[in-house]
């Protein structure tokens, strides 16, 4: 018995790492792709160095490994012992339950990512991320360990905090996953979805955070950053300029 459930935990945590690793390389290769067409719109002049990028990409394989592991641990939790809330029904409830994720892990990272660059916690947990200034595609998942376990680990407890089905989960991880990635390309991809007064961030916002520092905490929406005061105070204008600068070369 002891045996069965150590195998279908390694088979499920198997399973997720193989499809974060593979989303994360499809569209790392894709969103580069895309770069080449809008090259002149790069939002950072200054060029990523070769090491860095070789070092980013080595430890984005094993942070998804990480990620992969809570998710895993967290679905095979609800699966094999029915551990977290009921899901609520299809439609709308799925939906709902997707936006209500979104909201949540936006929340959750929003503080979590602020407590970690204090300076109790930004040596030890952080700075590794940061090295990186004017980030990549393969910059997306490039944390410590320990650096996971405070962002990332909403995967592991997300059963107990939404009453979203299991499919719903591996939806939004899979679309933080892919808006990650993008969000560290150095271009701004966002368009129209992210054009302000939209809660959604773009490329701009991320980019600033690695540029800049001490501003845009949250990952999925602008909310929290606006809320609490701490968006760039030239984030819109600039999000324009880079919408702009990168649908004139479309
Ligand atoms: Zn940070
Ligand atoms: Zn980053």
């Given at each position: 018995?002891?045996?069965?459930?150590?195998?279908?935990?390694?088979?499920?945590?198997?399973?997720?790492?193989?499809?974060?690793?593979?989303?994360?390389?499809?569209?790392?290769?894709?969103?580069?792709?895309?770069?080449?067409h809008i090259a002149v719109a790069k939002i950072q002049a200054r060029q990523t160095p070769p090491a860095l990028i070789?070092?980013?990409?080595?430890?984005?394989?094993?942070?998804?490994?990480?990620?992969?592991?809570?998710?895993?641990?967290?679905?095979w939790l609800y699966a094999e012992f029915g551990w977290g809330w009921k899901p609520v029904g299809r439609f709308p409830g799925g939906m709902l339950?997707?936006?209500?994720?979104?909201?949540?892990?936006?929340?959750?990272?929003?503080?979590?990512?602020?407590?970690?660059?204090?300076p109790l916690f930004y040596a030890r947990v952080h700075r590794w991320h940061h090295l990186t200034v004017t980030p990549v595609v393969w910059s997306n998942n490039s944390d410590r360990l320990i650096d996971n376990l405070f962002l990332q680990?909403?995967?592991?407890?997300?059963?107990?905090?939404?009453?979203?089905?299991?499919?719903?989960l591996l939806l939004h991880k899979l679309y933080d996953q892919v808006t990650g990635v993008i969000g560290h390309s150095g271009w701004e991809h966002g368009g129209i979805w992210c054009w302000p007064p939209s809660p959604l961030v773009g490329v701009t916002h991320h980019d600033q955070?690695?540029?800049?520092?001490?501003?845009?905490?949250?990952?999925?929406?602008?909310?929290?950053?606006?809320?609490?005061?701490?968006?760039?105070?030239?984030?819109?204008?600039?999000?324009?300029?880079?919408?702009?600068?990168?649908?004139?070369?479309?």
């Open positions: 018995m002891a045996g069965q459930l150590l195998i279908s935990w390694a088979v499920t945590v198997a399973a997720v790492y193989g499809l974060l690793l593979a989303t994360y390389v499809a569209t790392c290769l894709a969103v580069t792709r895309l770069n080449r070789r070092r980013d990409r080595r430890q984005s394989a094993l942070s998804l490994l990480a990620i992969a592991a809570m998710f895993g641990t967290g679905h339950a997707f936006v209500g994720s979104l909201v949540l892990f936006d929340t959750w990272f929003y503080w979590f990512h602020r407590l970690i660059h204090t680990s909403y995967w592991l407890v997300a059963h107990f905090l939404i009453p979203a089905a299991p499919a719903v955070h690695h540029r800049f520092f001490r501003c845009n905490y949250a990952t999925h929406f602008t909310l929290w950053d606006r809320l609490m005061g701490t968006l760039h105070p030239e984030h819109d204008a600039e999000l324009k300029r880079n919408i702009r600068a990168t649908a004139a070369l479309r």
